[in-house]
C-alpha cells in the first residue's frame, strides 16, 4: 500500500465515489456469482444515494473511507447500534488496489473506534472467495448462515 493512504471519515463529498467504489467492486466480485443484472439491481437499491446520505449521518456507526492521492480506494460501514457487537455491514477495496493491506487498515481502524464491542460480526457471500479468504485470514470464523437476497452468506465473527 502506498504510504499516502489515508483513512478518515467519510463526508457527503465522498458519496459519489463511495458509490462509484461499491458499483465497480460488486461487479468485478459478485457478476461471476449472479450475473451483472441482479448487481445492477442489488447496488441500485441497497447502494443508492439516498441510502448513503442517510447512513452517513446514522448514530453508532462508521462510515469511513481510505483516500489515496485524493481518491476513495476504499471503504468500510459498520455500526455499533448493539454493544458488545460490532457489525460490519460493507468492506470493499478497488479491486486494482486490493492484496495492499487497504482492506485490513480499514478493518483494524472502524474496530479500533468502538473499544467496548467484543465481538464482530458479518455476512459474507459463501462463494465470494476472495472475502472469504481475507476474513479468515483475520480470524474470523463460521458462525451460520443466512439467506439474504436469495443468495447463500455466511455469518461470521471474531473475537474484538
Not at 30 to 37: C, F, K
Not at 106 to 132: A, H, M, P, Q, S
Amino acid at each position: 500500500m502506498t504510504i499516502d493512504t489515508t483513512i478518515r471519515p467519510a463526508e457527503s463529498a465522498d458519496l459519489a465515489a463511495v458509490r462509484a467504489l461499491l458499483v465497480e467492486t460488486w461487479h468485478d466480485t459478485y457478476d461471476p456469482l449472479i450475473g451483472a443484472d441482479k448487481v445492477r439491481e442489488i447496488t441500485d437499491s441497497w447502494h443508492s444515494m439516498e441510502n448513503l446520505t442517510q447512513q452517513l449521518s446514522l448514530p453508532e456507526t462508521a462510515f469511513l473511507v481510505a483516500e489515496s492521492e485524493g481518491h476513495v480506494i476504499g471503504h468500510v460501514f459498520a455500526s455499533a447500534q448493539k454493544p458488545p457487537v460490532l457489525t460490519i455491514a460493507r468492506l470493499y477495496v478497488l479491486p486494482a488496489r486490493q492484496r495492499q493491506g487497504i482492506g485490513k487498515r480499514l478493518l483494524d481502524e472502524v474496530v479500533g473506534r468502538y473499544r467496548g464491542c467484543t465481538t464482530v460480526r458479518l455476512v459474507v457471500e459463501e462463494e465470494n472467495v476472495k472475502g472469504l479468504a481475507f476474513y479468515r485470514r483475520e480470524g474470523f470464523r463460521s458462525i451460520g448462515e443466512a439467506v439474504v437476497e436469495g443468495i447463500k452468506h455466511l455469518r461470521m465473527e471474531r473475537p474484538r
